[in-house]
């Protein structure tokens, strides 16, 4: 899944203009928010390989504006990357 500002439309919720969403096996198979700033954010599932991911999307790249749009990048990950 591929977002950015200019295919969301109004209220993105991200600090960061665009993020891409993957699943690895640095959070368990889980899956992991990539942003525009180079970094990768953590979405569902636990870190596994330290220094892969810098931190919980939902505290350092979410916003706070759309807490619906965050539940459904959960929900989005969860479907894209179910645990095993």
């Known amino acids: ?3 950015t500002r200019e295919t969301w439309g109004d209220g993105w919720p991200w600090k ?3 993020v891409v969403m993957a699943c690895s096996d640095a959070v368990n198979g889980g899956a992991y928010l990539s942003a525009a700033d180079g970094r ?3 979405l ?3 870190i ?3 220094g892969f991911i ?3 999307a939902g505290v350092m790249l979410w916003d706070l504006k759309d807490a619906d749009a965050y539940g ?3 929900e989005a ?3 894209l990357c179910p645990l095993a």
């Open 44 to 46: 569902t599932g636990t």
């Open 72 to 74: 459904r990048w959960v």
């Open 1 to 3: 899944m591929i977002a």
């Open 48 to 50: 596994a390989r330290p």
């Open 77 to 79: 990950g969860e479907k």
């Open 54 to 56: 810098v931190g919980n």
């Open 16 to 18: 960061t203009s665009d």
């Open 40 to 42: 990768n954010y953590l």
